[in-house]
């Protein structure tokens, strides 16, 4: 009864690749699309870039701590099972994890910095809108 509800790590594994395989698809569909469109570059595509990389490394910190994040389900909650072995695991984890999670956040803004400034050549042409830039 303790294993419902729970993902494996090789499910958690797969469900992270695809999700990043269809993200590294999508980016690539639209800067082809942007380079056949405007054969050019401007900043909402640096912004995008760099949400890009970003979301490649935040993912690879996010696989190499998966192990890590499955340790503390084996351990029964009582005191008897925690090592100092564990405790280095744990902090070890959350390293990686505090590390995930920037990389994460500033892709996030990244591809906020990019739709605003993406929209913004639709802005600058209707004043009443521009009080919200």
Do not use: C, H
């Not at 469900?15 to 082809?32: C, D, E, S």
């Not at 935040?58 to 564990?86: H, R």
């Not at 591809?111 to 209707?126: A, E, N, Q």
Request: no cysteine; net charge positive.
């Amino acid at each position: 009864m303790p294993e419902q509800g729970r993902i494996t790590e090789l499910g958690f594994k797969a469900t992270i690749g695809a999700f990043l395989g269809v993200a590294i698809t999508l980016a690539v569909g639209r800067t082809y699309i942007r380079i056949v469109q405007t054969r050019k570059f401007s900043i909402d595509d640096g912004f995008f870039f760099l949400a890009v990389a970003t979301l490649i490394a935040g993912t690879t910190t996010l696989y190499i701590d998966i192990p890590y994040l499955f340790v503390d389900q084996v351990v029964e909650p009582s005191a008897n099972g925690i090592t100092q072995e564990f405790i280095d695991l744990v902090i070890r984890s959350l390293k990686i994890q505090a590390t995930t999670d920037v990389l994460l956040s500033v892709t996030l803004f990244s591809v906020k910095f990019s739709f605003l400034f993406f929209f913004w050549g639709m802005l600058r042409r209707v004043r009443k809108l521009k009080i919200w830039w």
